[in-house]
């Protein structure tokens, strides 16, 4: 497979592994609305945001869409061109990387750009997601008149390009019927059965069977399909549906035979299409009106409209489905995903997490009546929590840090040892879980209310006997058990069928 090179190519591809695990500290003033929702807003470089999400999220989201930098000239302006590109690349990479392991396997990920990074962006993500994990490319017309001031030409279509976690199990939700599909089917014949269209019932392949000769109710004698065409069906099947009055023949009964197809018949959606007219999807000068009465003036150069985003979960995302966008910009995926039902994480990076993003998504819930809202019929509720990024879990020296607390640092251990997160129960212990047969447990920071040497925070047979107790009554091990010391042997370590892992040094959290 192709493969792009760049001026850091190498160092970019190591950099999500060097980012070091964050804590998320809540900023109680700033959340909002119900607080049992989940719903995240976090402000903070979405790197390391993505990062302190893996333990608790990682194949978890549903549904990403992320709308980063274009690369106009203007997002990183102090460079030249050819080292402006290469810190394009050296963004996106390591994002998409922790994006990807966020995604769950029927999950996908849909990101809007233009022709400046586009074919770019296709190269990077078939290696990080895979190229069989390519779905398709969207147009998405974004503008309704031409711009006449345009130098060589009006660029009126950005894309969104869309991969898959796992293509096989993603499965894209069919798109709503509008009024003008539905408004092709009449019922000339007043049939009980409804509206309907015709379809033809002749075609070019071959068919044995497709060569009879039919007669019109008006006495008109058809000798078999058009020419160089045979009938679809039957003779026997053609008489039943003519006998059930699924046959058209036209006004005065003498036309060449159709097959009624009735509205109630079709399925109830549409198969999505990659080419995205504005009058169904949005456009530019809608979404800034969307950010003038919001905010009271144009604050963002290129907001996407909330009927954009509609669509995009419309496809990718049912109600209660989680979704993320880590640039989250003026907020807008975040307002979406609240009006439709969806659970979702919001990371951005500037003051206007706070300015803009908190402010938006507070009138979101109090009921506000832009965008798509009149559309869903929102009329307000849910709520989110607002999260600044803290303190690193590690310090330099690798040492974990003296104040993170128990439930910080299993989570972080259940997800080095299993790649999946951890939930933590109203009471933590320190048995964490099983995953795949084998149990993970971890003595630290006082969890059995000092039961030994050290206060509980070393492996002997006592505290053994305590971590088991958490554990399902099924459970015969092999067990994983993170402490600071152990007390007992080589040899009863391995009759016990115990792997001991001494904190800090092999959890594997930097």
């Not at 962006?121 to 490319?137: C, P, S, Y």
């Not at 506000?368 to 849910?382: F, L, M, R």
Request: hydrophobic share 35%.
């Amino acid at each position: 497979m192709p493969t792009l090179n760049w001026l850091t190519r190498e160092e970019d591809i190591r950099a999500a592994a060097r980012v070091p695990y964050r804590l998320l500290e809540e900023v109680p003033d700033l959340s909002y609305g119900a607080a049992d929702t989940g719903n995240m807003l976090i402000q903070g470089d979405n790197l390391d945001a993505l990062k302190a999400l893996l333990p608790y999220y990682a194949g978890k989201v549903k549904c990403i869409y992320i709308d980063p930098p274009y690369n106009t000239g203007s997002a990183f302006e102090h460079y030249d061109d050819a080292l402006e590109h290469s810190k394009w690349l050296a963004m996106m990479w390591p994002r998409l990387e922790l994006l990807r392991e966020l995604l769950s396997e029927d999950g996908s990920i849909w990101v809007s750009i233009d022709d400046r990074e586009a074919h770019y962006l296709k190269v990077i993500m078939d290696e990080v997601f895979g190229r069989k994990n390519f779905i398709d490319t969207i147009v998405w017309r974004k503008n309704y008149s031409p711009k006449s001031s345009a130098r060589h030409f009006s660029s009126d279509h950005d894309y969104i390009v869309v991969y898959a976690r796992n293509e096989v199990a993603f499965k894209p939700n069919l798109m709503p019927r509008t009024a003008k599909q539905d408004k092709a089917y009449k019922n000339p014949d007043n049939d009980p059965r409804g509206p309907w269209k015709t379809s033809d019932l002749s075609a070019r392949n071959f068919y044995s069977l497709g060569t009879y000769s039919v007669t019109s109710p008006a006495g008109r004698i058809i000798k078999g399909p058009p020419k160089g065409r045979f009938w679809t069906i039957s003779e026997e099947n053609f008489r039943k549906l003519d006998q059930d009055n699924q046959i058209w023949w036209g006004q005065k009964g003498d036309a060449i035979p159709q097959k009624k197809r009735f509205l109630i018949d079709v399925k109830q959606g549409v198969v999505p299409q990659t080419v995205w007219h504005y009058d169904e999807a949005g456009h530019t000068q809608a979404a800034k009106k969307e950010i003038v009465a919001l905010f009271g003036l144009e604050v963002f150069g290129t907001p996407k409209p909330e009927k954009l985003i509609e669509r995009v979960l419309q496809v990718g995302s049912n109600p209660g489905d989680l979704v993320l966008d880590s640039f989250l910009g003026s907020g807008t995926t975040a307002a979406v995903a609240q009006k439709m039902g969806r659970r979702y994480i919001g990371i951005e990076l500037g003051d206007h997490a706070v300015t803009h993003c908190q402010p938006r998504l507070k009138k979101v819930i109090d009921g506000e009546q832009g965008g798509i809202s009149k559309a869903v019929n929102w009329q307000g509720g849910g709520g989110f929590h607002f999260y600044k990024l803290g303190e690193p879990v590690f310090t330099e020296d690798g040492q974990i840090r003296q104040d993170i607390k128990f439930p910080l640092l299993a989570a972080h251990i259940w997800f080095a040892e299993t790649k999946s997160p951890w939930t933590a129960p109203k009471k933590p212990k320190a048995f964490l879980g099983v995953s795949d047969g084998r149990g993970v447990a971890l003595l630290y920071n006082g969890i059995l209310a000092d039961k030994s040497i050290g206060g509980g925070n070393v492996l002997t047979r006592i505290t053994l006997k305590e971590i088991l107790k958490g554990a399902p009554k099924d459970f015969a091990g092999p067990l994983t058990v993170y402490a600071a010391r152990s007390a007992l042997s080589p040899a009863t370590l391995k009759k016990l069928n115990i792997t001991f892992r001494q904190t800090p040094y092999d959890v594997k959290g930097r």
